[in-house]
């Protein structure tokens, strides 16, 4: 296969080298919006991103329709309006394939007090690395993908295909409401798209390209424990109540055990079975596990292998602990017994696990670890949100594009892998749509996302850009051939 870029792809790849500080100061502008869509007071922000994508997509020349979403419900019953999807496209041509990018432009909470070397809502260059939440998760890609989409009309060269955006601002909070819209819009905006691309998560690798095909789904629980309606002087009444962070923190010892297997009967029983040549697919990557360590800051891994990290992190289930509401969690000292708390868990799941079927062994185990309590506490347990896993087929024509184009920026063969995040709309758009869908990642495997310190190093951001350019003419250059091939076996 040649990696050799074409005289056209030369000249595109120039233009981007020669205005990569425009890409650099487009993404200071974004960074600086604290669009975080899981802290309710930051709603305004969201919304104010999306305008300001809105706009962006406009000066592109695209026509834009910001859909209103209504409103949504918090558990503590206050409404809170949803911010906008944008469905923009660009360009109409029926002798053209159609590639429709998703991209979400929300971010995860980050104060500088979490422990960043820099304001997370200003873009600071430091060793050619962009620091700033939201630069890599999901800012920087979504504007990779304008910008090489502007290139060809910068360069006043024919766009080869036509483009559509779907750009969310809800995605770190479950992608509310987006699911709903793809329903409705399945046969118009969605009814002439061939092909899905999704540049939300990172390589395997600090350095070597990758592309995604699968990513693991994700059910999120809250277990809330409640004694009354008040907090009480823990001198005063410690001792003689049963106290609900006891009873809480009871329940979440029990889920997983210190080797990470999760302690839920029969939450293992749907898990696909791993098949040989899935195995031996493992073995063949390319993974530095001292790497994997460094980057995400940790001395020792559960698992000594990399076979087993790989089907740890993409192919079986995992249960993470992520906090708990109501506690109490300022510096200093507070003899308070909270009266009601609220943990919060969630499994990542994968094929073919039930979303329903997990919902219930999880309530069942809790309820039954808690009556062993003999606790008069009450015990309430939901699941706010449930996003499915999603795993597509190597061999379509998306891959084959991607590759390609990957090969001739990089000049080496992506990896091809899964991820263990989860984007809930990938297998939204697969069942909703039936079109292929590709996770095509520029972001490194140290980009740190939900972290601290997120980052995008300036090379992964300009030469993904180019990756984006250049597959928009790969799939272009494939689809007409697979046209022309099924046209011929028509005739015959
Ligand atoms: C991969 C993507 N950038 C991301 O971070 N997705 C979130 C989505 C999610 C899942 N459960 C709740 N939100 C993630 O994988 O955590
Ligand atoms: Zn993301
Ligand atoms: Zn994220």
């Not at 479950?174 to 009814?191: D, H, I, Q, V, Y």
């Amino acid at each position: 296969m040649s990696s050799s870029s074409s005289a056209l792809e030369t000249e595109i790849f120039q233009y981007i080298d020669l205005h990569q500080n425009v890409l650099v100061e487009n993404l200071e502008e974004w960074v600086a919006v604290e669009s975080d869509s899981v802290q309710p007071g930051l709603r305004k922000e969201v919304i104010r991103m999306m305008a300001l994508v809105a706009n962006r997509l406009k000066v592109l020349g695209a026509t834009v329709n910001s859909v209103n979403l209504g409103s949504h419900q918090l558990p503590d019953g206050q409404n809170l309006p949803l911010p906008p999807v944008i469905l923009a496209e660009l360009g109409k041509d029926p002798q053209k394939p159609t590639v429709c990018f998703y991209g979400h432009v929300d971010v995860q909470p980050a104060k500088k007090d979490d422990g960043w070397k820099t304001d997370p809502y200003t873009l600071t260059e430091i060793n050619g690395n962009l620091y700033g939440r939201g630069a890599t998760d999901n800012k920087g890609p979504v504007l990779a993908w304008i910008y090489a989409v502007e290139t060809f009309k910068a360069l006043k060269l024919a766009m080869p295909v036509n483009f559509k955006f779907v750009i969310e601002g809800m995605e770190e909070a479950g992608s509310l409401g987006l699911e709903e819209l793809l329903e409705e819009e399945k046969r118009c905006f969605f009814a002439d798209v061939d092909y899905i691309v999704i540049s939300d998560n990172v390589w395997l690798s600090n350095r070597k390209p990758a592309l995604t095909y699968g990513t693991r789904g994700n059910a999120c629980f809250f277990v809330e424990v409640e004694s009354g309606d008040k907090d009480l002087h823990s001198g005063t009444f410690g001792g003689i109540i049963h106290e609900p962070m006891t009873d809480l923190i009871a329940l979440l010892d029990s889920l997983v055990d210190p080797t990470g297997h999760i302690q839920i009967p029969g939450i293992y029983d749907n898990v696909a079975a791993l098949r040989e040549e899935e195995r031996k697919l493992y073995e063949s990557i390319e993974f530095d596990l001292e790497e994997h360590k460094n980057n995400c800051r940790v001395k020792k891994f559960l698992y000594d292998t990399k076979e087993e990290i790989l089907l740890h992190l993409w192919r079986y289930p995992s249960l993470s602990i992520h906090g708990i509401e109501g506690a109490f969690h300022e510096p200093g000292i507070k003899t308070v017994i909270p009266a009601k708390v609220i943990g919060k868990f969630s499994i990542r799941q994968v094929p073919h696990m039930d979303l329903s079927v997990v919902k219930q062994q999880v309530v069942e185990y809790l309820e039954n670890v808690f009556s062993k309590r003999n606790s008069p506490n009450k015990l309430k347990v939901s699941m706010p949100l449930g996003a499915k896993p999603w795993v597509a087929d190597i061999n379509d024509p998306l891959y084959i594009a991607a590759r390609r184009a990957a090969r001739t920026v990089f000049r080496e063969d992506p990896d091809f892998i899964r991820d263990g995040s989860t984007i809930p709309i990938a297998r939204m758009f697969q069942t909703i749509t039936q079109k292929s869908v590709i996770m095509l990642p520029i972001g490194a495997a140290d980009d740190g996302e939900h972290s601290q310190n997120e980052k995008i190093s300036r090379y992964n951001y300009v030469e993904g850009t180019k990756v984006f350019a250049a597959f928009l003419l790969e799939i272009s250059k494939l689809h007409g051939q697979l046209q022309e091939i099924s046209n011929t076996k028509t005739d015959n």
